[in-house]
């Protein structure tokens, strides 16, 4: 099962992007979905989710800013984000998972937002 981001890169404050993640194989339906994003100073942060019955979470950084959603006929999540601060700036990464067994990890797609 593989993971590949895109949609990441160069945009100025308070401008917004939408990544995407798409996920090979047969199970996508099953798969509850994460976005975690690590900057360059930072830890990763877990900063949104979605359920596969679609139940979504954000961190209280981004809340009210991004947007997760999936497309499942499509095998692929989004993460529509708008507003975008200086403190985005990371590498975005998406991974699959039913409980606690990760079935994919993204390489990422790097978000650099300029003042």
């Known amino acids: 099962v593989e993971a590949v981001e895109s949609g990441g890169g160069l945009v100025q404050a308070g401008g917004s992007l939408r990544l995407s993640c798409r996920i090979s194989?047969?199970?996508?339906?099953?798969?509850?979905l994460e976005w975690h994003r690590q900057g360059p100073y930072n830890k990763r942060e877990l900063v949104a989710s979605i359920t596969s019955d679609g139940k979504t979470d954000y961190s209280v950084s981004v809340k009210g800013r991004f947007t997760v959603s999936r497309d499942n006929g499509m095998k692929t999540m989004f993460l529509q984000m708008n507003d975008l601060k200086r403190e985005d700036t990371a590498q975005y990464s998406c991974?699959?998972?039913?409980?606690?067994?990760?079935?994919?990890w993204g390489p990422g797609t790097q978000v650099t937002v300029s003042s």
């Open positions: 194989g047969d199970r996508f339906n099953d798969y509850d």
């Open positions: 991974n699959a998972r039913i409980g606690r067994s990760y079935f994919a």
